[in-house]
């Protein structure tokens, strides 16, 4: 019987790797080509780009390591019943809840390492990809923004820079439209120019214009 599970572990190793290196490749890129852009377009270091990428690999493997055993076991599995190992093992006396002992043992293995990183190994990256991401973006606070285009990297806010001087953080002609909400019109503030304020304590980039005017649509008295 230990030949049998070493068998089957064997079996399940080498497609649960490749289907882990899949999955985490499929949900990393659109976070690599993200931080690219801030990278090549923005001035953003590439040794930060790389911790950042680095920091989120934990996040993934909340999704991609479960995926990755699931993916293994039907690979696994189905390639015994497709080439009879299956009903080999049955004519010889050996149970189908026997065979998938391996698979059951691997999935508690993965189990328990998950709960046990999502306790400990997660918060500690997420807090690391927090620190990091205010430290970096608090050196060039421009970096989310792009002359002559549209940005809503501020909640609901839609901002447009006509001029941006990332090395002094300092924005000219700084045009922000704030949708309507229930109490309230939709607003556009206008702005000469604008500057970022940092909070280290709460890890907050505010920006602060200057020489600037608040419209809104007046409202048609109801008859």
């Known amino acids: 019987m230990r030949t049998l599970n070493r068998y089957v572990a064997a079996q399940l190793t080498g497609p649960f790797f490749l289907a882990l290196a899949l999955f985490t490749g499929l949900f990393f890129t659109d976070r690599l080509f ?23 690999v934990p996040n993934l493997g909340l999704m991609t390591v479960p995926m990755a055993t699931l993916t293994a076991a039907l690979m696994t599995y189905g390639r015994m019943s497709a080439d009879n190992e299956i009903v080999a093992t049955s ?28 306790q400990s190994a997660i918060p500690a990256t997420n807090r690391a990809y927090q620190a ?9 606070a421009a970096v989310v923004m792009k002359e002559r285009t549209f940005v809503d990297a501020f909640d609901q806010y839609v901002c447009f820079v006509g001029k941006v001087d990332s090395s002094k953080d300092l924005l000219e002609d ?7 909400t229930r109490t309230a019109p939709p607003q556009d503030i206008r702005a000469r120019q604008g500057t970022f304020l940092r909070d280290p304590k709460s890890m907050t980039i505010k920006m602060e214009l200057g020489k ?4 809104w649509p007046r409202l048609k008295d109801s008859a």
Do not use: C, N
């Not at 993200?34 to 780009?49: N, P, R, T």
């Not at 600037?212 to 419209?215: H, Q, S």
């Open 174 to 180: 700084v045009q922000i439209h704030v949708p309507k």
């Open 34 to 56: 993200d931080v690219l852009d801030k990278i090549l377009g923005h001035g953003l270091s590439l040794w930060d780009g790389a911790r950042l990428l680095g920091y989120m």
């Open 212 to 215: 600037g005017i608040l419209e």
């Open 91 to 118: 004519s010889a006396g050996v149970s189908l809840s026997r065979l998938a002992l391996p698979a059951l043992a691997g999935a508690g293995l993965v189990t328990a390492l998950m709960l046990a990183s999502s």
């Open 132 to 140: 990091l991401a205010f430290e970096a973006f608090s050196r060039h």
